[in-house]
């Protein structure tokens, strides 16, 4: 071949791009998304299947059996340590759309508000229902039950999308603990999907604020206090599901830093993940709390930002009896935005397939 017909390496660069992996590898795809910052990785196909007859069956299999998986997904080099994602399934019965679980760096958590808007958000993009100008409806089956979403539409655009959460309530308000290296903290304890310690900034005297110049202090202190209430608080109890009966992490309330919003929520969850957006279950919980406070009436809409500055609408819908606990059903309103699609591939003869974390 002469030196005017080879193509140059630059040439094969930009015309020969196509990757076919050998059939021994894995192949996962899916849509990355974000909900006021926070990440959704949304698996749509090549995960093995879940056996199982319920989400919580699902879950508890996954882990079991799957778990190299989730850290292959959520760890670098495909993630980082504050990645998250989650697995469609079917629903637990005839009348759910789909289930649900979620994953990130420590493991399956129990209810995921921001997953929760993404993926409904999706579902609409996506046509995975008939979709009708005004709110489309979802019955999402999480491990900590059914969630109602109610995506809107106008003129053909996805123009935000609010929840009904499951019961949430409060275990106890003005808690004290002392917590090694910081001192007492005063805390509330509530679920709203999953259990928070709810520390309030202006309740504590700390060292630190909410803003991004105070994220290592942030993440430490959040996790020193979350171990240290999850030693010493016998009542995160659910009142029916013992897998649901675990401290998830650490909610810092702080006054807003953008007008006109209402305050503001930084979540420190599982193993040290900071959440990028106000939390879908962590504003369900404070709705239990301000309700229990006399603070809320029916309908009346509180804002809340994030660290990143993204912002959620929480308000109270419904109350109820829950086991021993007068519950609330709290909405939470927000936006989700589709950031890119990936076909990731495990080789297994990579030393590295299961993934790493370095923080």
Same mark, same amino acid.
């Given at each position: 071949?002469?030196?005017?017909?080879?193509?140059?390496?630059?040439?094969?660069?930009?015309?020969?791009?196509?990757?076919?992996?050998?059939?021994?590898?894995?192949?996962?795809?899916?849509?990355?998304?974000?909900?006021?910052?926070?990440?959704?990785?949304?698996?749509?196909?090549?995960?093995?299947?879940?056996?199982?007859?319920?989400?919580?069956?699902?879950?508890?299999?996954?882990?079991?059996?799957?778990?190299?998986?989730?850290?292959?997904?959520?760890?670098?080099?495909?993630?980082?340590?504050?990645?998250?994602?989650?697995?469609?399934?079917?629903?637990?019965?005839?009348?759910?759309?789909?289930?649900?679980?979620?994953?990130?760096?420590?493991?399956?958590?129990?209810?995921?508000?921001?997953?929760?808007?993404?993926?409904?958000?999706?579902?609409?993009?996506?046509?995975?229902?008939?979709?009708?100008?005004?709110?489309?409806?979802?019955?999402?089956?999480?491990?900590?039950?059914?969630?109602?979403?109610?995506?809107?539409?106008?003129?053909?655009?996805?123009?935000?999308?609010?929840?009904?959460?499951?019961?949430?309530?409060?275990?106890?308000?003005?808690?004290?603990?002392?917590?090694?290296?910081?001192?007492?903290?005063?805390?509330?304890?509530?679920?709203?999907?999953?259990?928070?310690?709810?520390?309030?900034?202006?309740?504590?005297?700390?060292?630190?604020?909410?803003?991004?110049?105070?994220? /290592?202090?942030?993440?430490?202190? %959040?996790?020193?206090?979350?171990? !240290?209430?999850?030693? $010493?608080? #016998? &009542? @995160?109890?659910?009142?029916?599901?013992?897998?649901?009966?675990?401290?998830?992490?650490?909610?810092?309330?702080?006054?807003?830093?953008?007008?006109?919003?209402?305050?503001?929520?930084?979540?420190?969850?599982?193993?040290?993940?900071?959440? /990028?957006?106000?939390?879908?279950? %962590?504003?369900?919980?404070?709705? !239990?709390?301000?309700? $229990?406070? #006399? &603070? @809320?009436?029916?309908?009346?809409?509180?804002?809340?930002?994030?660290?990143?500055?993204?912002?959620?609408?929480?308000?109270?819908?419904?109350?109820?009896?829950?086991?021993?606990?007068?519950?609330?059903?709290?909405?939470?309103?927000?936006?989700?935005?589709?950031?890119?699609?990936?076909?990731?591939?495990?080789?297994?003869?990579?030393?590295?397939? #299961?993934?790493?974390?370095?923080?």
């Amino acid at each position: 071949m002469s030196a005017t017909t080879q193509l140059s390496t630059y040439q094969k660069i930009i015309t020969q791009t196509n990757f076919t992996p050998p059939v021994d590898w894995l192949q996962i795809k899916t849509i990355d998304m974000h909900t006021g910052g926070e990440p959704l990785r949304v698996i749509v196909d090549g995960f093995p299947e879940l056996k199982g007859n319920s989400v919580l069956e699902y879950r508890r299999y996954c882990k079991e059996n799957y778990d190299d998986l989730r850290t292959a997904l959520m760890f670098e080099p495909r993630g980082h340590a504050d990645m998250y994602g989650c697995i469609l399934l079917p629903p637990n019965d005839d009348e759910g759309d789909f289930g649900i679980i979620f994953l990130h760096n420590e493991g399956y958590s129990t209810m995921c508000g921001h997953a929760i808007i993404a993926i409904s958000t999706l579902a609409v993009e996506l046509k995975w229902i008939d979709v009708k100008e005004g709110d489309n409806i979802l019955k999402i089956d999480a491990p900590c039950g059914r969630i109602t979403s109610y995506t809107h539409v106008k003129e053909g655009k996805v123009t935000g999308v609010r929840f009904h959460c499951v019961p949430s309530f409060v275990v106890g308000l003005d808690r004290k603990i002392v917590v090694p290296g910081i001192g007492e903290v005063i805390y509330d304890l509530a679920y709203g999907g999953a259990f928070y310690a709810y520390v309030n900034m202006a309740k504590n005297n700390f060292d630190f604020d909410l803003t991004t110049d105070s994220y /290592r202090s942030i993440i430490s202190k %959040g996790m020193d206090i979350k171990h !240290a209430v999850m030693e $010493a608080d #016998k &009542e @995160i109890l659910h009142p029916y599901e013992e897998d649901l009966s675990f401290l998830y992490g650490t909610i810092f309330i702080g006054e807003a830093i953008t007008n006109p919003v209402d305050s503001r929520n930084v979540c420190v969850f599982a193993e040290g993940e900071v959440d /990028r957006c106000p939390t879908g279950s %962590g504003v369900s919980g404070r709705v !239990a709390i301000h309700r $229990a406070r #006399k &603070e @809320i009436e029916y309908n009346q809409i509180f804002t809340v930002e994030s660290i990143t500055g993204s912002v959620f609408k929480g308000s109270l819908v419904d109350e109820q009896d829950f086991g021993p606990f007068t519950a609330v059903i709290p909405q939470v309103e927000g936006t989700a935005h589709i950031t890119g699609m990936q076909t990731f591939v495990i080789d297994p003869n990579d030393p590295m397939k #299961k993934g790493f974390i370095l923080r």
